[in-house]
């Protein structure tokens, strides 16, 4: 007999087709002369996206994608999550800085090898064991490319896991979030989503030290992650700065002001 699990992948399947998520954003990927790679975290894999650069010695800017496709139609669990806009990637592009895109573990077609389970993209995609990954599998990468300083760039969850991962990282300038979910029980209220039980809550954890500038930016359209629900998670952190697109929403309208904003974070940087 078919276990629970996997009846709402069958179902999950048919909702989804064919479609690989991952080959498309590798589409994109080549198209914008980035180069794709795969590096080990704790106990999963990570791809990776290095942006060529000539400075290769200078400040690395880390992009943290979205939540990507946990959940189709807010009741089936994704077999795939991973992320279908390619609106990081466009973003990274744009970026003169020494660069890399650090996907999740069992995103990009990993998740069908163990230790992977769906709970690391739905309960549990902040959780320790995520951020542990991810912390190990950047230290790889700063090792592999001689950076010893780094700006974490994180995009709606992204911004979740970027908060997370800053805690426990070592020599890290700064922080930009972009519609980022910084107080994951404020969303899934608003929502009426269920809890994230099994995840971390930036909001919850103890402020992030000054030293570390804080760049947050909120689209006044965004219905998923408004800017209210951003502002109210940054009161407590030291100095944060807070800078509302009036024409932005959750996905929409980033990629043009990018270029301002890559300005600030460069002016910011120590």
């Given amino acids: 007999m078919l276990s629970r699990l996997s009846v709402l992948y069958c179902v999950a399947f048919l909702l989804t087709g064919c479609a690989a998520p991952e080959t498309l954003l590798n589409r994109e990927a080549e198209r914008l002369h980035l180069t794709r790679s795969v590096v080990q975290g704790t106990d999963f894999q990570h791809l990776v996206y290095f942006h060529k650069t000539h400075d290769q010695d200078g400040e690395l800017h880390v992009y943290l994608d979205g939540d990507g496709s946990p959940w189709l139609r807010h009741r089936f669990v994704s077999g795939n999550p991973t992320p279908r806009n390619p609106l990081v990637l466009r973003l990274m592009a744009q970026d003169p800085a020494l660069s890399v895109y650090l996907g999740r573990p069992c995103y990009f077609g990993f998740g069908a090898r163990p230790p992977c389970s769906a709970m690391l993209w739905t309960d549990q995609r902040y959780s320790n064991t995520v951020i542990d990954s991810m912390i190990a599998a950047l230290r790889n990468i700063r090792h592999l490319l001689r950076s010893q300083k780094a700006v974490l760039i994180g995009f709606s969850g992204g911004g979740t896991l ?109």
């Fill in 162 to 270: 970027a908060m997370l991962m800053a805690e426990r990282l070592e020599d890290v300038d700064g922080i930009v979030t972009i519609a980022g979910n910084l107080d994951p029980d404020a969303w899934t209220d608003r929502h009426h989503y269920a809890p994230l039980t099994g995840s971390e809550n930036p909001a919850r954890h103890p402020p992030l030290p000054g030293s570390i500038f804080q760049l947050h930016l909120a689209g006044e359209k965004d219905t998923n992650v408004s800017p209210d629900l951003i502002r109210s998670a940054l009161q407590r952190q030291p100095s944060p700065q807070l800078i509302v697109l009036p024409e932005a929403d959750h996905d929409c309208c980033w990629e043009q002001p990018w270029p301002f904003i890559l300005k600030k974070i460069d002016a910011a940087s120590p």
